[in-house]
């Protein structure tokens, strides 16, 4: 989910958004929009999803998520979320060329959007010879982790954490979800996660299933948008 994108005067000398693909969802009419060859939005049902315009966040989480793996011989990576293809670009330049990164999407369209139409915004990022696509739910691919587990985890819906989602059964945010990602991280394994605004719920239900909690909210002024950096404790208490 992309931070806000403009600020008055671009708004009022922009030119108009033209619409360049469109797909049926569950949840309305998903629409691909460009302006002056160079702003894209992924809308829904009349919503602004995604932005390339303000990608700040997102690159934030990627690069913050896979930091610590630049030395690491072949690391294990799941993105869940591809949207414009940002997370992945941050993720991808912070891992070495062995890495091997699933990148969960539920929508194919989108990925047929990012090859298409707007690769050229993140190098085409999701054509990476490191990146296998897995078109399904990303918490069936953190449970399919318990067996061959991830070295980060990072999760860029547009919905994030909130106090709407249910602190047990929620399948993204709630505590069992959080338990499957303990069980799907290497010991020396990161869970990102990528939020509209803090949720002290979910601050609270990581560290009540063991992990060690930072929050950043990249860049300055505006809506700035939150990341969270959860590291599994190690025995004796350390992170």
């Given amino acids: 989910m992309a931070d806000p994108p403009f600020s008055l005067p671009e708004l009022l000398m922009a030119k108009p958004w033209t619409t360049i693909a469109t797909h ?6 998903l629409e691909l929009r460009v302006r002056d060859g160079r702003d894209f939005l992924i809308m829904v049902d009349g919503r602004v999803l995604m932005n390339s315009h303000a990608n700040r966040s997102e690159l934030a989480l990627g690069e913050l998520a896979c930091e610590h ?5 072949a690391p294990r990576v799941l993105v869940g979320g ?9 993720v991808l330049d912070k891992l070495p ?32 010879s490191r990146v296998k696509l897995y078109i399904g739910d990303v918490a069936e691919a953190i449970k399919a982790g318990a067996k061959e587990p991830y070295d980060a985890i990072v999760i860029d819906l547009y919905i994030g954490p909130d106090a709407g989602h249910d602190a047990e059964d929620d399948p993204l945010y ?5 338990k499957n990602v303990a069980r799907a991280l290497t010991k020396r394994g990161r869970y990102a996660v990528w939020g509209e605004y803090l949720d002290p719920g979910f601050v609270k239900r990581l560290k009540g299933c063991g992990f060690v909690v930072e929050t950043s909210r990249p860049g300055k002024g505006g809506l700035r948008h939150v ?11 350390g992170a």
Avoid at 82 to 90: D, H
């Fill in 174 to 178: 709630g505590r069992g979800a959080i």
């Fill in 227 to 237: 990341v969270y950096l959860a590291t599994l404790k190690r025995a004796g208490g």
């Fill in 82 to 90: 591809l949207g414009m293809g940002y997370t992945l670009r941050a």
């Fill in 97 to 128: 060329a062995d890495a091997k990164v699933t990148v969960a999407e539920l929508n194919p369209v989108i990925v047929k959007w990012c090859q298409e139409h707007i690769g050229h915004l993140t190098g085409d990022a999701v054509s990476d």
């Fill in 69 to 73: 793996l630049s030395g690491v011989k």
């Fill in 24 to 29: 049926p969802s569950d949840e309305g009419l």
